[in-house]
């Protein structure tokens, strides 16, 4: 197993993400974060908290659940059976740009979940998607806008982040 | 994503749910978190998810049921399902096809789940040992209503955070009464103190063998519950004469605004409903604030969409 992440460097690629998401999204527009969970609603919020302060206005943030919009739910080989937990959005997603929010970008499925869950809330004017680590092995054609580190792993490879919200310590590995 | 989950090793196993009395706290537990994340549908703007894309649930209904049968149906619809209504007057039962016989032709179409309900204690039982669909248990008999079980406990936490310590007297037709017995086993499993209230006409004969207390007074448990459930008297499952008349039934174990008076401020009162109004509770108590009637039918829906999920799920682990 190897680091390739620490906590100074995951601090400064949020950084780096928040300024960019600041300088791509013309100003007027209104901007919400949204986390899939576990993982990305730890990195939402402190998205969220960057964008708030780099803007002046809160920017909301809120948290998806995508459980019930898996494509392996009927299927054995689902791997660990999953526990369907809570949507957490307190603000209408209609005409607003939602900064999607996951932690890694492996197959593309979650993105793939994740948007559908969030267009049954309502219709949001665009969708992007921000992930901390971007890995090979897609399954979908989808593609990130805002990745924070590209990580080289091979196929067999599981490239894991840690934050200090959910996990007491805060790294990126790769085994 | 698979990492937070290796801290929670539970794992939800049973395709069928006949009762709660087989269920462990942690099962219980489980289904009512599980629960949780389905309340949000029902209140955004698409009502619909897509788990059970492609799964035909079954409402095998052999009694009559306005709740269960519609909050089954919105459950399964709501989880795009598709939902067969049976009901015995419109069906070949009238001819005399037994009840395995209908699972099984039933099941020769091609369905996923089936839920019953049935005046015959042990109905879903038999049905699970005999077909491979799941089976899911809408009341047996006298012997359970799993749902309603949970989905008042789901209420009670709901509101008071945890069923730990709390107070809870089951009030009325307790011998005819599938949901006092569901109730019992879920409340006392997840740390409740239950008792069961009632004339001794209505109070089951081995009582003492269940893990409840009996009081025949209302009065004297009314100051002491955080909760209170008033049972329906079921007049069509009555024989003879369990009290002597309605008035004095009313008089002695009615839910009045004046009994209410010396409850605690905070109790809940709930009814699985339908309500006799006047009979076991007078219409103001049934309205009123403390009233949480219609919280339980909300949260039935949410309830019932994770019992389905969780047996489909379980089942697609199986095959």
Known sequence: ?175 | MALIRKNKQFKWHRKHLLGLRELSAEEITYILDTAKGFEQISTRSVKKAPPLRGKVVVNLFFEDSTRTRNSFALAANRLSADVIEFTKKASSVSKGETLLDTARNLEAMGIDIIVIRHNAGGAAKLLSRNINACVVNAGDGFCEHPTQGLLDVYTIRKIKGTLEGLKVAIVGDIAHSRVARSDMWAMTKLGAEVIFVGPPTLIPAQVNQLPVSVSYSLDEVIEKVDVINMLRIQFERLGGNPFPSIREYSHYFGLTVERMKRAKPNILVMHPGPINRGLEMESEVADGTNSVILDQVTNGLAVRMAVLFLVNQAAAQKD
């Open chain 1, 1 to 175: 197993m190897k680091v390739i992440l620490k906590s100074k460097q995951i601090d400064e690629i949020l950084d780096d993400l928040a300024g960019r998401i600041v300088s791509e999204i013309p100003s007027g527009l209104d901007i919400a974060i949204i986390g899939i969970r576990s993982r990305g609603e730890v990195l939402a919020q402190r998205l969220s908290g960057r964008l708030s302060k780099k803007l002046g206005k809160e920017v909301p943030c809120g948290t998806l659940d995508i459980t019930l919009y898996r494509d392996d739910l009927n299927s054995p080989q689902g791997a660990a059976q999953p526990q369907v937990r809570t949507t957490e959005i307190g603000f209408d997603v209609d005409g607003k740009i939602i900064i999607l929010v996951d932690d890694v970008l492996h197959t593309g499925r979650s993105a793939r979940a994740a948007m559908d869950a969030l267009i049954d809330l309502g219709r949001p004017k665009a969708i992007k998607l921000a992930v901390l680590v971007d890995r090979a092995g897609r399954e979908f054609p989808i593609q990130a806008d805002y990745v924070g580190y590209k990580a080289d792993a091979k196929p067999e490879q599981l490239v894991q982040v840690f934050l200090t919200e959910s996990d007491g310590k805060e790294e990126v590995t790769i085994e």
